[in-house]
């Protein structure tokens, strides 16, 4: 065989690889893993901006709903707190609960921003500076529950109670009754408490708490730290700026004719919260307890206050609370307020709260408005009224108690602290409650004019001197309540006198936001001001 042809025959059956094609049937599994990953990056793509976008509007829901100044705390929960709880306590109740629930999951309701940084609306109040002088009244808080979360609304003093010695139901439900139409209450609760023992182991729990969080521990040690100022804080508030008041009042029980036993209810309160207190409040201005109105006589009031005053002293904590009295809008005469100003000066309390439900209704609310058949028939309701057409009233009672309080005493009164005193100086007029007579006076120490030595003896005795040293004069702080509900009432108060002004019904009917807005509305009228 030739070479060529053997040759071609090799070529002729040299073994081929075989191309490899796909198969038909695997094409269709490619595609459509292929599409299903372009689906599963499509679906990727969508979850994800999915999830940005309800990231960011739950953000931005959280900061809405949360912050005091939305709409929708006046607007929509309110209103609907009224829907679902007709009968106003049991929206109260409710109210109470959701905010507690809230701030236990830091969902509560918040001031943001700090407004009051720039420090335009501090005031001075029993050596301390509040951030701003707007306060929340007692009835919003009355097992002190809450006091965290209200002063978080923006608050500079939160007043809860009033808290009695031992529990008590109060007056037969219902006892709360709106006229929403005049954004008014009228409430016949009559001191219903929890008692102060209860009251006062959840404010001992707040300050544990609150040492605790601040790396002092927990044990009666670190209570003993934050009571004694050495936390930087005040010990009732527990907030820089901030001041709490705890109110007291008599049992029900408690007849006001036994002095001693009346004496007893308020000092046994004193010995369980006065050591949580930045402020004590002495109510004897209720009008749903039978009698208790009656404490305000000056006879009664002088001693009662006397005895709160030696039982804040004796409160375990190296700086004592200060006391105020809460007195009755309805006690207006010339001569009680002359009165209550004298159990004031005389007891050494240091200042007055002026207002308090009225057993009053005004009329007409307001002129011409023509009320509903069941919100007229709710006026018929005993208890005492609050809304804002109270307020002119408390404006005008605050005035009076301020120049009466700051003329000071009328008279040098017998009292214990009196009778060494009077002993080295015998003063001419006092049987008849005159002023020491000036040339006895002058005669006795010729270096000091009469009017001098009248001012020192007065300044031994109460604290204070007459109205011709004003200036040097501890002056008689008052807080007001009843009817302020915006901030040019808010304003108009602290000129007259006040040093804090309280709301309590504006906040029932404009939400926690209230207090916000008040403090907004105040600045707005300081630039008013400034303009004109």
Sequence with gaps: MSTASARMRAIRFRPTIPRVRPSPRLQPARQASTATNARSTATRTKNFLYGTALTLTLSLGYLYVTDTRASIHEW????????????????????TAIIKALYSFGLHPRERGSPDAAGDLEVEVFGHILSNPIGTSAGLDKGAEIPTPMFEVGAGLVEVGAVTTVPQEGNPKPRVFRIPSQNALINRYGFNSEGAELVAMRLRQRVREFAYHAGLGMDENAERIVLDGE????????????????????????????????????????????????????NVSSPNTPGLRAL?????????????VQAVKKVDRKTKPAIMVKVSPDEDSDE????????????????????????????PIPKGYLLTEREANVLTEQGGYSGPQTFERTLNLVSRYRKTLDDGPKMVSEQPASREAKSELPLAGHATGDEPDPSILEKLEPTKSA???VDSVKASLFGASTPSSATTRQRKVIFATGGITNGKQAREILDAGASVAQVYTALIYGGVGTVSRIKEEMREEAKKAVGR
Aim: aromatic share 4%.
């Design 336 to 363: 009680q307020i002359s009165g209550i100003c004298e159990a004031v000066w005389e007891s050494g309390v240091d200042g007055v709260i002026v207002g308090n439900t009225t057993k009053k209704r005004p009329d």
């Design 76 to 95: 929509l929960v309110v209103p609907a707190l009224r829907q679902l709880y007709p009968d106003g306590e049991d929206a109260h109740h409710a109210g």
């Design 231 to 282: 936390a930087g804080v005040p010990p009732g508030s527990l907030k820089a700026g901030r001041l709490m008041a705890v109110q007291i009042a008599k049992n029900k029980t408690t007849s006001e004719q036994d002095m001693e036993a009346v004496k007893r209810d308020y000092t046994k309160c004193v010995e369980y919260l006065g050591k949580y207190s930045d402020i004590i409040v002495v």
């Design 296 to 308: 305000q006589n000056v006879e009664p009031l002088t001693a009662l206050l006397s005895s709160v």
């Design 451 to 453: 009017s001098e030595i």
